[in-house]
Structure formats: structure tokens, C-alpha cells
């Protein structure tokens, strides 16, 4: 089955720990995005890549880092820099003209 | 940068009545499309509109692109309660990279 696979689903975090999100792709998809969905909000960009090795920031980029090692892989680091983590986050991959399919999404709680 | 909203924030209508969202762009899209995401769920691609005043229809769902490229919509006829859901707009910036910004949304009720 093709697809994108997102883990864990739930997180737990201390506040002062960095947590890192695991995101996988088979769809051979060149483009790859972190969003973060907070409570009845919608989806902000937080970083993306188009190509392995190489990667930007997005609108919300602060307290978060990201490595493209692989096509496959683009895993989302959230550091104990960002302020507010409790969030949904959901990683997605894109094909040439744009249509994104996400993951079902990590939902991290600071506690 | 970029900024894409959408109307309304929240609807609630009953079961078989009409439901429109609005999208607007600050910039001029390439393309825009929908996604639909299903409470508890993650977004998942509803459509692309590419062409300026593009029409698509999706069983009871009318996508239109508008003609200047920076506003879109979403009407639903005759909602039913599997419509429930909230609606985003997303749509690709003009640069080299494929940064792809996402509505505010809209959420919708369907009251049976």
C-alpha cells in the first residue's frame, strides 16, 4: 500500500525535552511538509523540502528542525526552543503539481 | 508572504440545505485546491483547479477557480451528515519551491 506513515501517534513530553517525529513516504515523492494543527485551527507550514538535502523554513519554523537524508524520510525535530508544542502535527508528501497526502498525524502533549 | 482565508470560519446548516465556502489568495495562484479533513482525521485531497474560471463538480460539490486566480469556492447542494467535516483551500506560492499555504478553513455541521 502506498502511502505516508507518521509515528508515534501520541506523544508525551516533558517540558525541556526534544522529541523527534518520525515521517516515511513510498510514494516517491520528491516534496515533503511539516504543518501543525493546533485545536479548530488550520495548517501552518512549518518547514519543507523539495528535494533530499535540502529543506526551508516555512511560516512557523521557530523551535523546530528537520533533516532530508533520504526521499523517503523527513523527520520533524520539535526542541524544547518552541514555546507552545502541544499541537497536532501532520507530515505530508507532493507530487509535480502540488496534490499533498498526508500522514495520519502525531499529536503531541507537553506536559 | 502568502496568505490565504477562507468564509466562513464555522457553518451550521441542516441536513439537505446548500453550504458555500470562500478561499481568497493575497497572491495570484498556479493552481488551487481542496482537501477535506474529517474530525479526528487528517486532510485528504478533494480536487485541483488549474485554469482561470475552472468549473469542477464532484457529485453534489461545485469547485470554481476564479478568473483573476486568487479566490476560489466550494458549494455543496443538499448537505448530508457525511458532509461533516472542515474544508481548506491550499494553494502553491509562485516561486521556485513548492511551499503550499493552506486556508483557514471552514468547519461544517450538518444538523439531521
Known amino acids: 500500500d502506498g502511502g505516508i506513515t507518521q509515528s508515534p501517534k501520541y506523544l508525551f513530553r516533558k517540558e525541556g525535552q526534544n522529541v523527534t517525529l518520525s515521517c516515511e ?22 518547514y519543507y523540502s523539495q528535494i533530499v538535502n535540502d529543506f526551508q523554513k ?7 528542525s528537520v533533516s532530508r537524508e533520504k526521499k523517503e524520510s523527513f523527520p520533524l525535530t520539535v526542541t524544547s526552543a518552541q514555546k507552545n508544542p502541544t499541537a497536532f502535527y501532520l507530515c505530508a508528501s507532493g507530487s509535480g503539481a502540488n496534490v499533498l497526502t498526508f500522514g495520519a498525524g502525531s499529536r503531541l502533549t507537553v506536559l | 508572504g502568502q496568505q490565504v482565508m477562507q468564509i466562513p ?16 489568495s493575497s497572491t495570484t495562484l498556479s493552481n488551487i485546491q481542496w482537501y477535506k479533513q474529517r474530525p479526528g482525521g487528517h486532510p485528504v485531497f478533494l480536487i485541483q483547479l488549474v485554469k482561470s474560471g475552472e468549473v469542477k463538480k464532484q457529485k453534489r460539490l461545485t469547485f470554481q477557480f476564479g478568473e483573476a486566480k486568487k479566490n476560489s469556492s466550494l458549494h455543496i447542494t443538499a448537505t448530508q451528515t457525511t458532509d461533516v467535516g472542515t474544508y481548506f483551500c491550499a494553494g502553491p506560492n509562485s516561486g521556485g519551491y513548492q511551499k503550499v ?9 450538518v444538523i439531521p
Open chain 1, 58 to 64: 516555512g511560516d512557523i519554523a521557530e523551535g523546530y
Open chain 1, 25 to 46: 513516504q513510498n510514494l516517491n515523492h520528491d516534496a515533503m511538509y511539516w504543518y501543525r494543527q493546533d485545536p479548530g485551527q488550520g495548517l501552518r507550514l512549518i
Open chain 2, 9 to 24: 470560519q464555522y457553518q451550521h446548516v441542516q441536513e439537505g440545505e446548500d453550504f458555500t465556502t470562500y478561499c481568497n
Open chain 2, 101 to 109: 499555504t493552506f486556508g483557514t478553513g471552514t468547519k461544517l455541521q
